[in-house]
């Protein structure tokens, strides 16, 4: 406990993160979830993955009454229709993934060892088009996202499970991820550490800042602000555009790497997606 202290501290007065620390993807887990639990004594997994709305008692109740009828619940419908509707040669994404498709979600990202790089289910979805004559979707918006809350919702309640092998280049990528989630971005130097972990559960400009472990069990989600449900990546955007930096670009090595990383936080957590989020 001492050591993630200190190690917190030292941060403070680094321009550029350094690594937590080079012990590894397993240690640091656990590193990162005691401090939490310092931070966050009395926090259930049922906090964790209520994010903000633990930190507010009126926002809390409009969720859930929103809640009430979930609004991602016409987007599953549609993402199922669409998951099953066979390609132009009678193949289907069933045929492209592991079980069918039903209940991996919780498994992505994966490193791909074959192919040396990280693999969101999002890839996967557009790998299979195109193996059978599809063009891929975009990434962000419309049947894509769909498609993940279908296939998010056959793992509704499995936890999330963010393998990285013992190979060099996939312990890199978590690496990597790592490196962009301490980055500082913007003309204000703002890293995701900042907000989501040194801060978290306090409030900038109105609203309360959820922590980092939690978040990525609760995507695809759904946002009143977009109208839509929405990708992970899209949420990682919005958050570097709102500290006025250029983001990274959706499906990039970079971004993809940080959904590995970020996503790995919330490992052993009840995968909650889709959620419904302001
Ligand atoms: C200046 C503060 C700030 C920084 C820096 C920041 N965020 Fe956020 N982020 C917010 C706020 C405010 C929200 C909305 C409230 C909440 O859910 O925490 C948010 C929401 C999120 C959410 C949605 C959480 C949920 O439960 O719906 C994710 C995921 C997220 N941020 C990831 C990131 C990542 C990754 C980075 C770094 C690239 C980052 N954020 C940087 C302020 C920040």
């Known amino acids: 406990m001492n050591k993630v202290i200190l190690v917190v501290v030292y941060l403070g007065f680094m321009g550029t993160f350094p690594m937590l620390s080079h012990a590894g993807p397993d240690e640091d887990l656990k590193a990162y979830q005691a401090y939490f639990k310092q931070q ?26 929103i809640m009430e009828f979930p609004p991602y619940e016409f987007v599953i419908e549609k993402g199922e229709r669409l998951f099953n509707t066979p390609f132009p040669n009678g193949k289907s994404y069933a045929d492209c993934l592991e079980n ?32 059978n004559g599809a063009k891929p979707l ?34 890199a990528a978590y690496e990597d991820g790592k490196r962009i989630y301490f980055t500082r971005r913007g003309p204000r130097g703002f890293a995701c550490y900042h907000c989501h972990w040194e801060t978290a559960g306090r409030r900038i400009r109105g609203n309360e800042l959820s922590p980092a472990i939690g978040q990525a069990a609760n995507f695809p989600a759904y946002r009143s602000k977009w109208g839509a449900l929405g990708p992970i990546q899209r ?23 940080l959904e590995y990383f970020h996503r790995r936080l919330s490992n052993g957590l009840p995968s909650n997606a889709p959620a419904a989020r302001f």
């Open 235 to 257: 949420r990682y955007k919005g958050c570097m555009k709102n500290v006025g930096a250029k983001p990274l670009k959706a499906g990039s090595a970079g971004m993809n790497n």
């Open 138 to 171: 975009g990434l962000l918006k419309g049947d894509l996202p769909a498609i993940l809350a279908y296939l998010a919702e056959t793992s509704r309640g499995m936890p999330i499970d963010i393998q990285v092998a013992d190979d060099p280049r996939a312990l």
């Open 100 to 131: 069918g498709g039903t209940g991996i979600a919780n498994t992505y990202p994966r490193f791909d060892l074959q192919e040396g790089r990280v693999r969101t289910l999002s890839m996967e979805l557009n790998r299979c088009r195109e193996k």
């Open 40 to 65: 966050f004594p009395d926090f259930k997994d049922s906090n964790y993955l209520m994010g903000m709305y633990n930190f507010n008692d009126d926002k809390r109740r409009q969720w859930e009454e």
